[in-house]
Protein backbone atom coordinates (compact mmCIF):
# COMPACT_ATOMS: atom_id res chain seq x y z
CA UNK A 1 0.00 0.00 0.00
CA UNK A 2 2.48 2.57 1.13
CA UNK A 3 4.85 2.10 -2.31
CA UNK A 4 1.43 2.20 -4.68
CA UNK A 5 0.69 5.59 -2.71
CA UNK A 6 4.25 6.58 -2.77
CA UNK A 7 3.98 5.57 -6.94
CA UNK A 8 0.76 7.62 -7.29
CA UNK A 9 2.23 10.71 -5.13
CA UNK A 10 4.92 10.77 -7.58
CA UNK A 11 2.77 10.56 -10.95
CA UNK A 12 0.80 13.50 -9.84
CA UNK A 13 3.77 15.67 -8.91
CA UNK A 14 5.19 14.60 -12.28
CA UNK A 15 1.98 15.60 -13.65
CA UNK A 16 2.02 18.92 -12.40
CA UNK A 17 5.77 20.16 -12.94
CA UNK A 18 4.93 18.84 -16.45
CA UNK A 19 1.76 21.05 -16.90
CA UNK A 20 3.78 24.24 -15.98
CA UNK A 21 6.96 23.05 -18.11
CA UNK A 22 4.99 23.23 -20.81
CA UNK A 23 4.00 26.94 -20.21
CA UNK A 24 6.97 28.04 -19.55
CA UNK A 25 8.27 26.33 -22.67
CA UNK A 26 4.91 28.34 -24.76
CA UNK A 27 6.68 31.46 -23.05
CA UNK A 28 10.26 30.85 -24.12
CA UNK A 29 8.88 31.17 -27.45
CA UNK A 30 6.57 33.54 -28.08
CA UNK A 31 5.06 35.28 -25.18
CA UNK A 32 2.47 37.17 -26.60
CA UNK A 33 1.26 33.82 -28.30
CA UNK A 34 0.24 32.66 -24.83
CA UNK A 35 -3.41 32.95 -23.60
CA UNK A 36 -4.43 35.43 -21.00
CA UNK A 37 -6.06 33.70 -18.41
CA UNK A 38 -8.24 35.58 -16.30
CA UNK A 39 -9.04 34.25 -12.35
CA UNK A 40 -11.55 34.49 -10.58
CA UNK A 41 -10.71 32.10 -7.94
CA UNK A 42 -10.87 34.82 -5.36
CA UNK A 43 -14.73 35.41 -6.34
CA UNK A 44 -15.39 31.46 -5.80
CA UNK A 45 -13.60 31.29 -2.21
CA UNK A 46 -15.43 33.71 -1.40
CA UNK A 47 -18.96 31.84 -3.00
CA UNK A 48 -17.67 28.78 -1.38
CA UNK A 49 -17.00 30.39 2.23
CA UNK A 50 -20.36 32.17 2.31
CA UNK A 51 -21.99 28.88 0.88
CA UNK A 52 -20.26 26.61 3.87
CA UNK A 53 -20.93 29.59 6.38
CA UNK A 54 -24.76 29.62 5.60
CA UNK A 55 -24.64 25.45 5.86
CA UNK A 56 -23.13 25.55 9.29
CA UNK A 57 -25.43 28.43 10.73
CA UNK A 58 -28.15 25.63 9.97
CA UNK A 59 -26.64 23.47 13.07
CA UNK A 60 -26.89 26.55 15.16
CA UNK A 61 -23.22 28.06 15.31
CA UNK A 62 -20.57 30.25 13.17
CA UNK A 63 -17.30 29.40 11.85
CA UNK A 64 -15.31 31.24 14.60
CA UNK A 65 -17.07 28.56 16.88
CA UNK A 66 -15.60 25.70 14.57
CA UNK A 67 -12.00 27.18 14.43
CA UNK A 68 -12.12 27.60 18.61
CA UNK A 69 -13.53 24.06 18.65
CA UNK A 70 -11.32 22.00 15.93
CA UNK A 71 -8.58 20.11 16.79
CA UNK A 72 -5.09 21.82 17.15
CA UNK A 73 -1.70 20.39 16.37
Do not use: A, C, H
Amino acid sequence: MVIGSRVKDQLKSKSYNEQWESLDSMMEEDPSNVPEVKSNTDENLVSEIQTWEQEIQKFGFDLEVLVDESPKT
